[in-house]
């Protein structure tokens, strides 16, 4: 069973910037891809950032230039930076990764984090 918990959230001003942690309970690279998702009330669950277990990384148009998804493998964390921050990016942030086990695809999430962005 995989572990993921997060960290990082908080109230920001609009322009400001955070960092959200995730911790996982294996190794990182044990994952075919790891990612960032939020859903804000009301909304449906969007992805916001994902890294594959390569290193190639693909964003929501909405945060490009703006969100950097990375993570340490030493250390099993899965980061995700976020700057210029908007109030549309106020939300609840999780952290998903993905395996194979038996081939079967099996799915992770973490708690959740919230991220509040006043204007």
């Known amino acids: 069973q995989v572990q993921l918990v997060e960290s990082g959230g908080g109230l920001v001003q609009s322009g400001g910037s955070l960092r959200l942690s995730c911790a996982a309970s294996?190794?990182?690279?044990?994952?075919?891809?790891m990612g960032w998702y939020r859903q804000a009330p009301g909304n449906k669950r969007e992805a916001v950032a994902v890294i594959t277990h390569g290193g190639n990384t693909n964003y929501a148009d909405s945060v490009k230039g703006r969100f950097t998804v990375s993570r340490d493998n030493a250390k099993n964390v899965l980061y995700l930076q976020m700057n210029n921050l908007r109030p549309e990016a106020t939300a609840v942030y999780s952290c998903n990764a993905q395996r194979f086990v038996d081939n079967d695809p099996v799915s992770a999430w973490g708690q959740g984090t919230q991220v509040t962005v006043s204007s």
């Open positions: 294996k190794s990182v690279l044990d994952f075919v891809v």
